[in-house]
């Protein structure tokens, strides 16, 4: 989720929270991280997110955040284990960056060496470090301009995706970049807003009564969240960066 | 808290709790971190730890872990902000580190270039960034042996400690150093295990009845947590490392 508004994210948490282990098949740990001024919530279980006490917390606790990051896990490189759980946390120029990653990096190469190390044994925080070094060697000390950084970004995803399937979520609390590789769609939620219904979970909301016209929200998900709004697809190889709940396309 | 087994802190946070607002007034957010193998479950809270859902979910959420660092917030540099809430996180040589501090550093002059960054305004966050930089500059990419990490921690806290008041843990999940500046005691409990009563609330646990002979558990705290225990003073400019439970003076 990005937007120009701190929002909770309660409502399509719900939903999502259900993919875990229930309406799908995504048991192996889970995680979710809220931006926060420039602090950051991260919460990471290895538990399925349909069982787990901390999804329970954040379906109750309404945490106001402009850039949210949640990941459900079904593993596939790495054991379920805590380490192994999306998504990750780092620290590059004094910023948080946050990253999780859907598919397999089959003819990925990770290397165990440089600044940034992963912890656990996928190939997702191997990819994420892979990132962060490869920033750091180009930019060094200095942090880049929102423009450089996305054309960093768009480069360094198209070497990712010819190693494999890459889809991605990445924030720096002040820009959201989506990559899809296979599947992967959004929809931008802004005045006049309407009753929104789960796909996953008996539940609606009418978020005309809890917003202010100026709000803009943006969702992304591998799958549609509601059933009756319109949600675009985002096309496979396509890099867009979110910005105040506004998609731009990188590159 | 540094265990040989993994272990919950539930009886512990439950009186350490209580400080965070009510029978002390360190009130100004609170965190702790949990290991759990190479992972880390990092919770922070700019909410008082006595008021905070996510300190219910820990009381109520027995996470099992070897080593285990919580800290309550009283602001004296940088404002009440999530970004300046202890513990901090990093990672280097593929492991995470944890670090919390009590105290103010008055003269030390935090820099905000290298490697390692603060993301907040604490003097804090800015120590343990300036340890992390001092541990890559000295060992590179070849993370230490045990001793070699000793000695390093413990110049850099002679170093800092010279500039203000300097209690602080430190954790890279193997090893939990404790410096005590002006207050800092621990206690080890073993077999026999006996009946123990805190000091900030009306409960007690019977440590016999859930533990096995061979558990060792050390808890370490600016003030001790229960009433009816020898707690050791950790003498001021004193650096302990604790491992599998067992206290060692370093250098």
Redo the contacts between chains.
Sequence with gaps: MNCNVPTDIVFSFTGFQQRGGRTDDHADGWGIAFF???????????ASAADS??AQ?VR??PIRSLNVIAHIRKATRGPV?????HPF???L????WIFAHNGTLDRFEAR??G??????STDSEAAFCDLLNALWQRFG?TEPSGADLGGAVREWANRMAALGSFNFLLSNGAQLFSHCATRLSYVVRQAPFTRVRLADADIDVDFSAVTTPADRVAVIATVPLTTNEEWTSIEPGQLLVFEDGEPRVVG
């Design positions: 926060e001024g420039r602090g950051c919530r991260l919460y990471v279980d290895s006490p901390v917390l109750s606790y284990a805590l380490e192994n759980t946390m780092r620290e120029w004094g910023r948080y165990s060496q600044r940034f190390r992963p912890v656990g000390d």
